[in-house]
Every structure is written in C-alpha cells, then in structure tokens.
C-alpha cells in the first residue's frame, strides 16, 4: 500500500482547517509543512513557536488522520553573509524544539548556495562548500539529538550534496542516525545524464537507500535543452525503477508529491497508486 502525501504549499493558501480538510479529502494520509508557507493566519516568523501552537496545528491534521510527516525549514545553511546563516540555522533549532509538538519527528532542508539565492552553479561543488554543509549539519543534528528528532536532508544538482555518492559522503561525515535523507529522484537529474537514470537511481539505493526516510515525487521533461520540472505522471521519470527499489526496501514511506498542482493533483495520485501497486 502506498502512503501517499503532498507538500502543503503546492494546494490553495487556505485557512488551516480548509487546507487539512482540502489533504484528507484527496485520500492523501501525509503532507510536508513548511509554515511559513502554509498557515498565513498566525505568525510563524523565529521566535513565534510554542509547544500551544505547534499542539494546535497538529492536532487539527491528527483529527482527520492526517500525519505531518515533514516540518519543511529550507534554509541556505551554508549563506555566504554569516549573520544570515547563523539566523537561518537559529529558525531551523527552533523547528527541531518544536517538531514533537506538532506530531512530527523529522524537520528537512537541502542544503543551499554559495550564492544568496538558490541558483545552479559549479561552484557548489567545490571542497569548501561541502565542508562549509558538513559543519552546519553537524551543529543541527547535534540539536536534533537533544530532542529525539531527525534531521532531514534534501540533495539535488542546486546544491553542495550534488549527487548520491556526495550525500554519502556526507552521512559518513556525520555520524549520527539523527541525520537521514529525503530522496528527491528528480533532483539528481540533469541534461546530460537523465538517460542513465535507472543506473543511477540504483546507485542511490545502493548507496543510502537504509536511510531514506522521506521521498520526493515529480516529474521531468527535457525542454530546449533544459530539464523542466512538471506534474507528476506528465513526464520521464521511470518510477517503475524507483518504486521497484522502494516498495522493497521502506514499505510505507511517506512519499510527498511535490510541484505537482491544481488540476493535476487527482490525476497524479492515481498515477502513483497504480505505478506502485504495479512494481
């Protein structure tokens, strides 16, 4: 059976009671919250959380069996202005703290930039930007480890954890099972090697498949040369190799659609249903 969920922030902005009953009301069991994103009625800036309301959202997503599956904090932990970092690390604590509150125990981010926004560049993938993500995550999993929560980390070819052989590298570094990896497919993926997917979907399972604790689902296309993100089920992505890997290895994982959107999102979770009862 797949448990099968969507980030919050890819339906309508609604108040928090429409946006839980719009998720349950789809079938779907799971979301990943990023709050800022997705509760507009209250403050959600640092400093604002509590053990009342984080209690409070969460219980209004229990109450109609749906799982916060993912405090969604995505910072740019390695920002090249270190005041920003440090404020951005300092949010993300505060995720950690409050995680258990909300029903939840896994706060995720990728990994950021050189750069103040998030942009590809080859200069991601220099040594000092990975030891620069090795130090940030260290200190975020030493306060994971405080409060019993796991730190979720997202690579992707944006980022310094650029490809599956670095996000191993990076676990190694970080010797802690407080540290696991939301499994973005898609996010590994580029012009020059969406052809040899299946090798290296394989390649991740392989190299840190038991530690997969979220996954990420969308969809590709290759447009004018470039890779182009679409709705689920609308593009090239081989889930047949990815749910052959995954239903074996973490029967029920949370699988979280992402960018997938009003007036796919229907037609999308069927796409999944049918594709992993099929591997």
């Not at 709050?35 to 984080?54: N, Q």
């Not at 109609?64 to 202005?81: E, K």
């Not at 993300?92 to 050189?114: L, P």
């Not at 090795?134 to 070819?157: D, H, T, Y």
Request: glycine fraction near 8%; aromatic fraction near 10%; hydrophobic fraction near 40%.
């Amino acid at each position: 059976m797949i448990n099968l969920g969507i980030r919050a922030h890819d339906l309508e902005r609604l108040p928090l009671e429409q946006l839980v009953e719009t998720v349950s009301g789809k079938g779907l069991t799971s979301v990943q919250l990023a709050l800022a994103k997705s509760i507009g009625e209250e403050s959600t800036d640092t400093g604002s959380l509590s053990p009342g309301f984080a209690h409070y959202v969460g219980r209004t997503f229990s109450d109609r069996n749906v799982q916060i599956a993912v405090l969604g904090c995505y910072i740019n932990m390695i920002h090249p202005d270190y005041d920003e970092r440090r404020e951005a690390l300092d949010r993300f604590k505060e995720h950690i703290r409050y995680a258990r509150d909300f029903g939840c125990s896994i706060v995720g981010t990728e990994t950021g930039n050189v750069h103040p926004e998030i942009v590809y560049t080859e200069a991601n993938f220099h040594e000092q930007p990975f030891l620069d993500v090795v130090q940030s995550v260290r200190e975020l999993v030493a306060e994971a480890e405080k409060f019993g929560v796991i730190v979720g980390i997202e690579g992707g070819v944006n980022h310094p954890i650029y490809s599956p052989a670095v996000m191993k590298r990076l676990l190694d570094c970080v010797d802690s099972n407080n540290l696991q990896v939301i499994y973005d497919p898609v996010n590994y993926l580029t012009v020059e090697n969406y052809e040899q997917q299946e090798a290296i979907i394989q390649g991740a399972f392989e190299r840190f498949g038991n530690r997969i604790a979220i996954m990420h689902a969308k969809d590709f296309r290759i447009e004018d040369g470039t890779l182009q993100v679409v709705p689920v089920g609308k593009g090239l992505l081989n889930y047949d190799a990815v749910f052959k890997y995954m239903k074996k290895k973490k029967p029920f994982v949370n699988i979280l659609m992402e960018e997938t959107k009003e007036p796919y999102i229907n037609e999308s979770i069927d796409y999944l249903i049918n594709k992993y009862k099929s591997a």
